[in-house]
């Protein structure tokens, strides 16, 4: 094998395929990357893989001598980042393949090598018949993901609610996720790219909506994959009964669904509502990061005080051994005077995905769910429960 590559393009691929790579593998050739170097279509391949989630990714090189390798992720990528820009030229002798070679990476700045180790133990990434796709611009997912992924659980002994809950109802996609504090759920419209035709000739139908659960991890590295695209690029996303995978020009990724029945969400969102404000989204973003700096580990608590008459929030945050703050806020009201308390930093996550200048707020009782929405443009509600103020 000998390639010819930008020192960029080899560091910006190997960077986000290497975020596949599992920090302790189950098996030892999964701790490295495979590299493919086609002679025929001057290409380089890259896979990263922990046999739940898998990323490929090519780039343009030129090929002088095709081959298959793979090398230790975490060494070959911390060599890589630390080359100067310009040229890298990354060969072994074919001979020595047998023996696992010492792979030679040639720089303006000099030298290494690298044991590589056979491909043959390398597992294959999960393939699924790709009959059809569902497209999403890039504008849209990342709306979808970003008004979603805060609100997922951590908390591996509920794995469910570690994932994001997609689903298709014909030509619109919606994201959910909660972790049993709050739920953010989104919806997003499927990209066509000829409305006309598509409307005639291929006919969405009830046959193609699905449901899926995808980990939440997945999708946070299919952000850095779109990260590399173009707003006006779209996503395909395929799905069958053990998998979905999502392409986007010659960046791949793919993801294990997660077993087991999501929460039925749409019963907890309440219909009606006792009260309601409608507030400068910025101005409460700015005022909670302020009061925030009493609130500690133990005390994240912080109040919302309705003032029908002043037309004003007035938001508080006390803390006995270290004082308290207090600030006022225009908003429209509806309804009654009114106390309520919220976990600050859960309510801070959500404030900042509702990405619209006004938020609407709308109540009912003071430890019944809170509805927060963007006034304008997304398609987002946003769930959360109070905290109980105790005096």
């Known amino acids: 094998m ?7 393009d080899l560091k910006n691929n190997l960077s986000l395929i290497s975020r596949a790579v599992p920090s302790r593998p189950t098996h ?9 170097a086609d002679e025929d279509k001057n290409q380089i391949t890259l896979t990263g893989f922990d046999l739940s989630l898998g990323m490929r990714t090519t780039f343009s090189a030129e090929v002088e001598e095709g081959g298959v390798i793979t090398l230790p992720a975490k060494l ?19 001979d020595e393949l047998d023996e696992n070679p010492l792979v030679s990476l040639n720089s303006l700045s000099g030298k290494f090598q690298l044991r590589g180790v056979k491909a043959d133990e390398y597992p294959e990434l999960p393939t699924i018949e790709k009959e059809e796709a569902f497209y999403l611009s890039i504008p849209a997912l990342s709306e979808g993901l970003k008004g979603s992924l805060f609100a997922a659980s951590s908390d591996e002994t509920k794995q469910i609610l570690t994932g994001i809950h997609l689903k298709r109802q014909l030509d619109s996609l919606e994201f959910a996720a909660t972790d049993g504090h709050r739920l953010a759920v989104v919806k997003t419209i499927e990209e066509k790219e000829d409305e006309d035709e598509t409307e005639t000739e291929n006919p969405i139908t009830e046959e193609q909506n699905f449901t899926v659960t995808i980990p939440a991890r997945a999708l946070r590295e299919l952000e850095k994959i779109m990260a590399m695209g173009k707003e006006e690029d779209s ?17 791949h990724l793919t993801s294990r669904k997660l077993d087991g029945a999501y929460p039925n969400y749409n019963q907890l969102i309440p219909k009606s509502f006792e009260r309601s404000i409608v507030i400068e989204r910025k101005a409460l973003i700015d005022s909670l990061e302020r009061v925030s700096v009493l609130t500690d580990q133990k005390n994240n608590l912080v109040k919302f005080s309705l003032n029908t008459e002043s ?8 803390a ?14 509806i309804g009654d005077d009114f106390e309520i308390g ?46 109980q103020i105790r005096d």
């Open 2 to 8: 000998k390639i010819v590559c930008s020192q960029v």
């Open 28 to 36: 030892p050739i999964l701790a490295n990357v495979l590299l493919v």
């Open 76 to 94: 070959f990528n911390d060599i890589i980042t630390r080359l100067p820009e310009g040229q890298i030229v990354l060969e072994y002798e074919e």
């Open 235 to 251: 996503m395909a996303l395929y799905v069958d009964e053990g998998q979905v995978v999502f392409e986007l020009g010659t960046q």
């Open 311 to 318: 037309k004003q929030v007035n938001v508080s945050v006390e």
């Open 320 to 333: 006995k051994e270290l004082g308290n703050a207090k600030e006022s806020i225009d908003a429209e009201i």
């Open 342 to 387: 919220f976990n600050i930093r859960y309510l801070m996550d959500g404030l900042k995905a509702l990405s619209t200048n006004e938020i609407k707020f709308q109540f009912n009782g003071v430890t019944q769910p809170v509805i927060a929405t963007p006034v304008g443009g997304m398609q987002m509600t946003y769930l959360i429960m109070p905290v």
